[in-house]
């Protein structure tokens, strides 16, 4: 069953305005890694976390690991039409398997 | 990031047939390959993990027989659809890991992914 839990599900926003998304999770990851997908297209993976409290920039986005490892947050900053798309956050159960979060989709108003 | 990518990018077929789809990293050595499936507006499920050279480790649910995994090289995972029938339609995404690919081991890379349609 679902590990992660994503949210929001959805955003509708105003270009250049900033986003947020988050994830939890009951369990303890070692990993966190942010990725986003475009429609008909894989996700493509954006930030990676390995630390507790680790924060971590690339360009426009921040994301940090949550001290207790069990969650992880990603802003956006000034939105612009690409960034429109589906975000997932995803963590490493155990030394193989990624579990995805259930996405927020982001759609912004030009 | 490391280049991974998939063929084809879609696929049509009739019922019954097979389907192969292929899956390379391109810049990198990837030692575990991972296959997705993913349904309209929903998470990627994780079908299967293969190790070079090793046998695939299938999800519980997953029908190994149906859908048969080959990692014969480090740069080369194929998904094989079985006797493909239309609940089969979906859309298919491979992803590779492997040193160098990365700042870490554990950064996994996704292909483009292949949409199969079965009629």
């Known amino acids: 069953g679902q590990q992660l839990n994503q949210s929001p599900q959805s955003m509708f926003i105003q270009e250049g305005e900033d986003v947020s998304m988050n994830c939890t999770s009951s369990?303890?990851?070692?990993?966190w890694l942010w990725y986003k997908q475009d429609p008909g297209e894989g996700p493509v993976l954006l930030i990676a976390?390995?630390?507790?409290?680790e924060l971590t920039s690339n360009g426009r986005l921040t994301a940090q690991f949550g001290i207790t490892r069990k969650d992880s947050f990603l802003n956006i900053s000034a939105s612009i039409p690409s960034d429109v798309g589906i975000y997932f956050c995803?963590?490493?159960?155990?030394?193989?398997?990624?579990?995805f979060g259930q996405g927020t989709r982001l759609t912004i108003n030009p | 990031g490391a280049v991974v990518s998939q063929h084809p990018s879609w696929v049509i077929c009739k019922s019954g047939t097979s389907v192969k789809i292929e899956c390379r990293s391109l810049?990198?050595?990837?030692?575990?390959m991972f296959w997705y499936r993913q349904f309209p507006k929903q998470s990627l499920m994780l079908m299967a993990t293969s190790n070079e050279g090793s046998k695939a480790t299938y999800e519980q649910g997953v029908e190994k027989d149906k859908f048969l995994i080959n990692h014969a090289s480090l740069t080369l995972s194929t998904l094989t659809v079985t006797s493909a029938h239309p609940e089969d339609s979906s859309f298919y995404i491979c992803?590779?890991?492997?040193?160098?690919?990365?700042?870490?081991?554990?950064?996994?890379?996704f292909g483009p992914g292949t949409r199969l349609t079965v009629l």
């Open positions: 810049d990198f050595q990837a030692t575990t």
């Open positions: 995803a963590g490493y159960l155990g030394a193989q398997k990624l579990v």
């Open positions: 976390l390995y630390k507790a409290g």
């Open positions: 992803s590779a890991r492997g040193q160098g690919a990365g700042r870490s081991y554990n950064e996994q890379f």
């Open positions: 369990s303890i990851f070692n990993t």
